[in-house]
């Protein structure tokens, strides 16, 4: 922290950015917190607090998740499979062509199961 800046104050921003992201990373990846659940929220504040958004907020979503796997999270088998798949769709390289968008509305169709 500079000198002179309000310790408090700048953790008071902190949170409230940390949230601000956390909330938008739910709107462009709406599929985590359904995933999640209310372990959304409070797993994502715990992994922005060290981490800076690199890349914009798809790729932080992506960040998160792998986060979270790494670490063998969520613990309940159906939504680590979940987690992990949807992690595996958008994590390498996306089809191409008219089809591609078929392919994606199957696949998001198959997490919310």
């Given at each position: ?20 992201r ?39 979503a ?22 992990t ?29």
């Open positions: 922290m500079p000198e002179g800046f309000d310790s408090r104050r700048l953790g008071v921003q902190s949170r409230a950015l940390a949230a601000k956390a909330g938008v990373v739910a709107k462009v990846a709406p599929e985590l917190p359904e995933i999640l659940g209310r372990e959304f929220r409070p797993a994502f504040l715990a992994y922005a607090r060290s981490r800076p958004m690199n890349g914009g907020y798809c790729r932080d992506l960040d998160f998740v792998e986060h979270l796997l790494i670490a063998g999270r969520p613990e309940d088998p159906v939504a680590h499979r979940r987690l798949r949807w992690w595996q769709d958008r994590s390498g390289n996306r089809p191409q062509g008219p089809a591609a968008r078929l392919v994606r509305a199957a696949r998001h169709a198959l997490v919310r199961r």
